[in-house]
């Protein structure tokens, strides 16, 4: 919402709650947190500092923050715009190949991040425990309810909204992208044939990878997952700028057991909030999420 030129209020749009995946609304506010993140890092391009104010609880408008520009010049700002713009996430196989540690350094930009080579002893617990914690979500039977109403089935509803999951944005192309648009409807979503291949394809995801970054809150406040999304969108747009693919797949921080004993079986202080698969890829490609048009977002 539009205050004046030189202050808004971010505001959460309910109509998108994920009553099932995400009862709590934790990953909502880690997604405002991206957003803000963006905000303050894109406001820097056109010579201004942000100052924000979090709000602890929704309020009767959904407001959850607000932003406030200041003039102020900032230096080295030519890769900003370019890494929001090029930020996406990779669900494809990636190197086998262990990260350089220049390049791990460059992401764990506070005690709040941590990180876990898959062959390590806590690596092989998360990569068995993401799998198991995905086809554990993937048969319930909300969730998949809820899953549906995103999947993009046809090339028409995609170009008729502007937000949702298309093939490309599970890395389908050609061949498979025709099929998968000639043979899924909403219906099929939440069949067994189509939950079995998202369940083989997540196997391969969580096998595929140099490690896993978690994050972690340490409280159940709102401004906690909001500072969490910050801090997660500087890692994706550091990750974004070295080629380094991110893919979140936080089953395992929302379903039971693993999300009471994951703070204890990694030597954590604080609760996981959000996995991030990480690794090296041959191809960096470019993004194909369906995106709102700013004009869609903002109340005057």
């Not at 648009?181 to 140099?210: D, H, L, R």
């Not at 401004?223 to 997660?232: M, P, Q, V």
Request: aromatic residues 10%; contains cysteine.
């Amino acid at each position: 919402k539009i205050i004046n030129e030189n202050e808004v209020n971010i505001i959460w749009d309910s109509s998108k709650k994920l009553e099932s995946s995400d009862p709590n609304n934790k990953e909502a506010l880690i997604s405002i947190g991206a957003f803000i993140e963006n905000f303050v890092q894109g406001a820097k391009v056109y010579g201004f500092d942000t100052t924000i104010t979090l709000n602890e609880t929704f309020g009767i408008n959904n407001e959850v923050a607000n932003l406030k520009l200041i003039k102020k010049e900032f230096s080295n700002t030519y890769n900003i715009l370019n890494n929001i713009r090029n930020r996406h996430t990779i669900r494809e196989s990636y190197l086998d190949k262990v990260l350089e540690q220049n390049d791990l350094n460059s992401l764990l930009i506070s005690e709040n991040i941590k990180y876990f080579d898959k062959n390590s002893e806590q690596g092989k617990y998360l990569k068995n425990a993401l799998y198991e914690s995905y086809v554990k979500e993937s048969y319930n039977k909300n969730t998949q309810q809820e899953l549906s109403k995103w999947i993009i089935t046809s090339n028409k509803e995609a170009k008729n909204r502007n937000d949702g999951m298309r093939a490309e944005m599970m890395g389908m192309g050609g061949i498979k992208k025709y099929f998968y648009y000639a043979f899924i409807n909403k219906k099929s979503v939440e069949e067994k044939m189509f939950i079995n291949k998202g369940i083989e394809k997540a196997k391969n995801q969580s096998e595929n990878c140099s490690g896993y970054i978690i994050l972690t809150a340490s409280s159940e406040k709102n401004s906690d997952f909001i500072n969490l999304g910050r801090e997660f969108e500087k890692l994706f747009l550091i990750a974004t700028e070295k080629k380094i693919a991110i893919h979140p797949m936080s089953q395992i921080c929302h379903e039971s057991p693993w999300k009471d004993e994951i703070s204890e079986k990694l030597g954590l202080n604080n609760h996981a909030e959000l996995l991030l698969r990480v690794g090296y890829v041959s191809e960096y490609g470019k993004p194909t999420s369906l995106r709102n048009n700013v004009n869609d977002i903002i109340i005057f």
